[in-house]
Nanobody, 119 residues
Framework: QVQLVESGGGLVQPGGSLRLSCAASGSIFSIYCMGWYRQVPGTQRELVARITESGTTTYADSVKGRFTISRDNAKNTVYLQMNSLQPDDTAVYLC?????????????WGQGTQVTVSS
């Protein structure tokens, strides 16, 4: 079984920073693209950032220049450094990865971590 486990969410004041982590575990052969989405209740899930296995990154326009996605392939982990956080960044942040496991390749999701930006 493959699992993605996020950590690092919490409450932060506007202008503050948080670093999210997401570790993949299980019978993993390869991890392709990894990414972060966010979702506010009642709205569609939106892409925040993604990174390919070779390190090419893509960002939503709303986070460019403030967020940085990175990965450690040796640890099967993806990170999201979030700076200059604003109230509009408040959401549940979900990690996702395209993973080749023992018998199948599939898109896996974490359970999500809450990020709240408020004074």
């Amino acid at each position: 079984q493959v699992q993605l486990v996020e950590s690092g969410g919490g409450l932060v004041q506007p202008g503050g920073s948080l670093r999210l982590s997401c570790a993949a575990s299980g019978s993993i052969f390869s991890i392709y693209c990894m990414g972060w989405y966010r979702q506010v209740p009642g709205t569609q899930r939106e892409l925040v950032a993604r990174i390919t296995e070779s390190g090419t990154t893509t960002y939503a326009d709303s986070v460019k220049g403030r967020f940085t996605i990175s990965r450690d392939n040796a640890k099967n982990t993806v990170y999201l450094q979030m700076n200059s956080l604003q109230p509009d960044d408040t959401a549940v942040y979900l990690c996702t990865a395209l993973i080749l496991a023992r018998t199948t390749r599939g898109q896996y999701w974490g359970q999500g971590t809450q990020v709240t930006v408020s004074s």
